[in-house]
């Protein structure tokens, strides 16, 4: 049960490690490249068991007007201004077996999912070299099993974004935030069904409301052709509305994980923009 969303594991688990700054900078339209990354995180929030793997990383940006894909997510812009932008942002969760994992053995797999909604980004405070914003995105969640499609909830994600240019070119990236969900949601990953109730494994019907926090701090840098970021994260899950789940066997987790990528062809065209 890896509750493995793409920006917080091998492609954008360095969620804020392209950490962008106020000053603008004129850049590629597109880049293309790869590259591999090292990363090391629970099998979900809340398990005590780890997972730990050397992975590819492709890479592609693309810096269009209202289309937009980079090192953190893929989005299309519906609106922007000096003080706040509108997004619709995609992230997701890989699929997961049970069969292995101690306190999910026996009950279903986890279907790969995908989230899609809309995020609110409001810029609180902007300098040559910071920028402070507040971020609203709120996702409804869509899970298949290639045979078929099912809602898995709805989630949000209210946080404080803090971007730095720190020295000689690194970026450091710090973001601390609340998570919320529909009881659906938190039933996907962490309900017990009756018929999969056992001795140490109790039935559980997971109810919606907060679901605890988390905090990233990221730092990266471009020597070019290459770019090498790293991350550490940290979830809370003390006042969850499902800490009194079986499946959850601890209140905090740590995630950790470096990446290095080279880009291998660029556009000759270049934009302006704030990274």
């Given at each position: 049960?890896?509750?493995?969303?793409?920006?917080?594991?091998?492609?954008?688990?360095?969620?804020?490690?392209?950490?962008?700054?106020?000053?603008?900078?004129?850049?590629?339209?597109?880049?293309?490249?790869?590259?591999?990354?090292?990363?090391?995180?629970?099998?979900?929030?809340?398990?005590?068991?780890?997972?730990?793997?050397?992975?590819?990383?492709?890479?592609?940006?693309y810096r269009g007007d209202i289309?937009?894909?980079?090192?953190?997510?893929?989005?299309?812009?519906?609106?922007?201004?000096?003080?706040?932008?509108?997004?619709?942002?995609?992230?997701?969760?890989?699929?997961?077996?049970?069969?292995?994992?101690?306190?999910?053995?026996?009950?279903?797999?986890?279907?790969?999912?995908?989230?899609?909604?809309?995020?609110?980004?409001?810029?609180?405070?902007?300098?040559?070299?910071?920028?402070?914003?507040?971020?609203?995105?709120?996702?409804?969640?869509?899970?298949?099993?290639?045979?078929?499609?099912?809602?898995?909830?709805?989630?949000?994600?209210?946080?404080?974004?803090?971007?730095?240019?720190?020295?000689?070119?690194?970026?450091?990236?710090?973001v601390a935030g609340a998570l919320?969900?529909?009881?659906?949601?938190?039933?996907?990953?962490?309900?017990?069904?009756?018929?999969?109730?056992?001795?140490?494994?109790?039935?559980?019907?997971?109810?919606?409301?907060?679901?605890?926090?988390?905090?990233?701090?990221?730092?990266?840098?471009?020597?070019?052709?290459?770019?090498?970021?790293?991350?550490?994260?940290?979830?809370?899950?003390?006042?969850?509305?499902?800490?009194?789940?079986?499946?959850?066997?601890?209140?905090?987790?740590?995630?950790?994980?470096?990446?290095?990528?080279?880009?291998?062809?660029?556009?000759?065209?270049?934009?302006?923009?704030?990274?």
């Amino acid at each position: 049960m890896r509750q493995t969303r793409w920006r917080a594991t091998w492609l954008t688990a360095f969620i804020v490690a392209g950490a962008s700054s106020a000053r603008a900078e004129m850049l590629p339209l597109w880049e293309v490249g790869g590259g591999v990354a090292a990363i090391s995180f629970p099998d979900y929030r809340g398990s005590t068991s780890r997972r730990s793997y050397l992975l590819p990383v492709p890479v592609l940006v693309y810096r269009g007007d209202i289309f937009q894909i980079d090192r953190e997510k893929m989005r299309g812009l519906v609106f922007k201004s000096d003080r706040a932008e509108l997004d619709v942002s995609i992230s997701g969760s890989v699929p997961v077996r049970s069969d292995g994992d101690r306190v999910r053995e026996g009950m279903p797999d986890l279907d790969p999912s995908l989230e899609i909604g809309p995020s609110l980004n409001i810029w609180l405070a902007k300098t040559e070299n910071s920028k402070l914003a507040l971020r609203l995105p709120l996702r409804a969640v869509i899970a298949s099993d290639f045979r078929s499609v099912h809602s898995a909830g709805v989630l949000a994600n209210p946080n404080l974004n803090l971007d730095l240019r720190a020295m000689q070119g690194w970026r450091v990236g710090l973001v601390a935030g609340a998570l919320f969900a529909d009881r659906k949601y938190h039933e996907h990953f962490y309900g017990v069904a009756p018929e999969f109730a056992r001795q140490g494994r109790a039935a559980y019907r997971a109810p919606g409301g907060y679901s605890g926090a988390q905090f990233i701090a990221a730092l990266s840098r471009r020597f070019e052709p290459a770019w090498v970021a790293g991350f550490v994260k940290y979830d809370v899950l003390n006042g969850a509305a499902f800490a009194s789940s079986p499946l959850v066997e601890r209140r905090n987790n740590v995630s950790v994980g470096i990446a290095v990528t080279w880009v291998f062809a660029q556009s000759g065209t270049r934009v302006e923009r704030n990274e």
